[in-house]
């Protein structure tokens, strides 16, 4: 079984930065996908940003303020924010996808650390 382990969120004021760290229970170098997610009160959960196997980045919304990394060595993944808005206030889930042959899909999840960004 994978298991995640999300951590960094606190309480910040608008325009500081932050870095969560998601730690996982295997070798990251294995999974095809890492993201993190994020769900604000009253809202579905929405994605934020992915990092695949190879390396590849993408971005939702982040408007060039947020960075997903990974250590490999460490089997980390890290989501870099700066800039912080209150509207980025949410609990942020870290996530990873696992498709094998078959074909099959196996997604997991962390259980979320609180960012909260108010003056």
């Known amino acids: 079984q994978v298991q995640l382990v999300e951590s960094g969120g606190v309480l910040v004021q608008p325009g500081e930065s932050l870095r969560l760290s998601c730690s996982v229970s295997v070798s990251i170098r294995s999974i095809n996908a890492m993201a993190w997610y994020r769900q604000a009160p009253g809202k579905e959960r929405e994605l934020v940003a992915t990092i695949t196997s190879g390396g590849t980045t993408n971005y939702v919304d982040s408007e060039g303020r947020f960075t997903i990394s990974r250590d490999n060595a460490k089997n980390t993944v890290t989501l870099q924010m700066n800039s912080l808005k209150p509207e980025d206030t949410a609990v942020y889930y870290c996530?990873?996808?696992?498709?094998?042959?078959?074909?099959?899909?196996?997604?997991?999840w962390g259980q979320g650390t609180q960012v909260t960004v108010s003056s």
């Open positions: 996530n990873a996808e696992l498709i094998v042959v078959g074909p099959r899909r196996y997604v997991y």
